[in-house]
């Protein structure tokens, strides 16, 4: 799954998936749950490792498996994910005080420290203990290690939503999904909003002002995310 690009939203699918008959009854909507109150743990068709994924992609069986991918421009998915997690989560919970490296709401210090992990990570390969922070804000193609596996994979966008949701009912047709499951998707992804939103946020365009306003910083956010632009083919933003 990929953080902060309906990741959350797609467990319920999952879910839903796996056993459309019990969901149903309880009649609640594919964008209601949150974090630790999904519907089921530990969805089977969620993989979660590398070796459950390379395992279902190299061993055949009697069963056929889909892999798709949801992915979103770097700088709208950090600003959503600093939002949620930053600010929202912090602003809810005393709890969460020290959540996002201790930074507050200081955007500079947070992308600098993200950074800062993500080259220690890049140059060694390893980081220890990964956070919650690393999980949400790392680049999205070193995930599900696309750079291995990304021709398995389908890859959708979520730039404009009304087309993402097309793209995936036409996915989900093309393989079996029934339309009644179809249509329950489409109406709660068009129908409602998971918790966790940010587009409508006022403090969202303040704090994309700012970060766009500084060059320093939407430079460092780049380097970031440079392979997500790549990999991708998202367009980068001016600078100049």
């Given at each position: ?166 793209d995936l009912d036409i996915y989900y047709k093309k ?28 403090l969202r365009g303040m704090f994309e002002n700012y ?14 995310y440079y392979t997500d632009y790549i990999m991708f ?8």
């Open positions: 799954m990929n953080t902060k690009s309906m990741s959350t939203v797609m467990e319920e699918i999952m879910c839903l998936f796996y056993n459309p008959k019990i969901y149903l009854k309880k009649n609640i909507s594919i964008t209601e749950k949150m974090y630790d109150y999904m519907t089921c743990s530990n969805p089977p068709a969620v993989l979660n490792n590398r070796k459950k994924l390379r395992n279902f992609i190299n061993y055949p069986n009697n069963k056929k498996y889909y892999y798709y991918f949801i992915v979103r421009d770097p700088i709208d998915r950090f600003l959503s994910g600093f939002l949620d997690k930053c600010v929202r989560e912090r602003m809810k919970s005393k709890n969460k005080a020290t959540q996002c490296h201790g930074c507050g709401y200081d955007i500079e210090c947070f992308v600098n420290e993200i950074y800062r992990r993500a080259k220690i990570f890049h140059d060694t390969g390893f980081l220890f203990p990964k956070t919650m922070e690393d999980y949400h804000f790392m680049p999205q193609s070193w995930k599900c290690h696309l750079n291995e596996e990304k021709d398995k994979y389908t890859i959708f966008y979520y730039t404009n939503k009304t087309k993402l949701y097309n393989i079996g999904i029934s339309k009644y499951l179809r249509d329950k998707i489409q109406h709660d992804l068009k129908n409602n909003y998971t918790e966790h939103k940010t587009f409508d946020s006022p970060l766009r306003g500084d060059k320093d910083l939407m430079k460092k956010l780049v380097n970031l083919n998202f367009s980068f933003p001016k600078l100049d």
